[in-house]
């Protein structure tokens, strides 16, 4: 039988290319191994600790189901769907949460990120965080085992929150006997953190992010903004920059060492990023037309959606069942 990977997308920002290339990327090429059954959601719950007006919540749900299809999902070959279509996710989530060690939830980095930030400000340790922040990756292991996952594709960053649906998983299975598969992360290796606009690393929260699927005009004039060093074209450069780090991602072997080359004996900026724009545009030029296709006609993916909702609550409700007869919630089932 078929292993089973999944994972999800939070609608809480509009996606960028750090998140194309740490997440949406590597996945899409994960799906098409004939070997691995393919599940990737919206993680539209997740949203609501961060998101907090609905029209942005729907704006950005539709944001993250159009990259997804414009980046070759195959709705077909994968089951795509929105997690709160699913809600035998919220009923999972509350059985985990009886196996879960609340010591457990106190060391997740974002909860932890958060009691600092306040105690920094002379706050109570907890005046910035909510019930959703707080039992965040018990959710998140509830999307992970409610579909039999054993691997998990995610960035680095993902890596606690997979370690944790694993303690969680292991920790139902001893108490209740075996239930749930025990899943692994999947991180790629190969993506490397991604520098942003100002050579941090990319990320919302630093506000540095190059959009996905921002026009032409846009792409390029964001690349030329990137912050670089005041070196003449002359001198030679370090290829521990945003611009090199961006163009190895998208370059070719050959066109990376001849950039290399280039960058050893000096080459200007603007050059350099001329042809940074160059191999990100060829790449997602055919994507961007697809996602400018999909937000023009969105009924055809929320079509799209139901079918894989109606895929994803089956096995849901299969998986839930297990659960609940594992612990004797319904034991005339099992009588
Ligand atoms: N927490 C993930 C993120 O921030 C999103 C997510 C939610 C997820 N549920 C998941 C990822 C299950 C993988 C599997 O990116």
Known sequence: MNKIAITGIKPTGIPHLGNYLGAIKPAIELSHNPEIDCLYFIADYHALNYIKS???LIELTKEVACTWLACGL???????????????????????????????????HAYKALVEKSTAEGGDPDALVNMGLYNYP????????????????????????VEMARDIAKAFNKRYGYTFVVPEELINKKVATIYGLDGRKMSKSYNNTIPLFCDEAKLKKLISGIKTDSSLP?????????IFNLYKQFATATEVQNMADRFAVGVSWADAKAELFSVINREIAPMREKYNYYKNNYDIVEKLLAD????????????????????????????
């Open 308 to 335: 894989g909702n109606n895929r994803a609550q089956k096995i849901a409700r299969e998986t839930l069942k297990r659960a609940r007869q594992s612990i004797g919630l319904d034991s005339n089932a099992i009588i």
């Open 138 to 161: 018990i959710l998140m292991a509830a999307d992970i085992l409610l579909f039999n996952s054993k691997y998990v594709p995610v960035g680095a960053d993902q890596k606690q929150h």
């Open 234 to 242: 002359t001198d030679p450069k370090s290829t521990d920059c945003a």
């Open 74 to 108: 195959d709705p077909k070959k994968v089951v795509f769907y929105k997690q709160s279509q699913v809600p035998e996710v919220t009923e999972l989530n509350w059985l985990l949460a009886n196996v879960t060690s609340k010591g457990l939830m106190n060391r997740a």
């Open 54 to 56: 609905k029209e942005e």
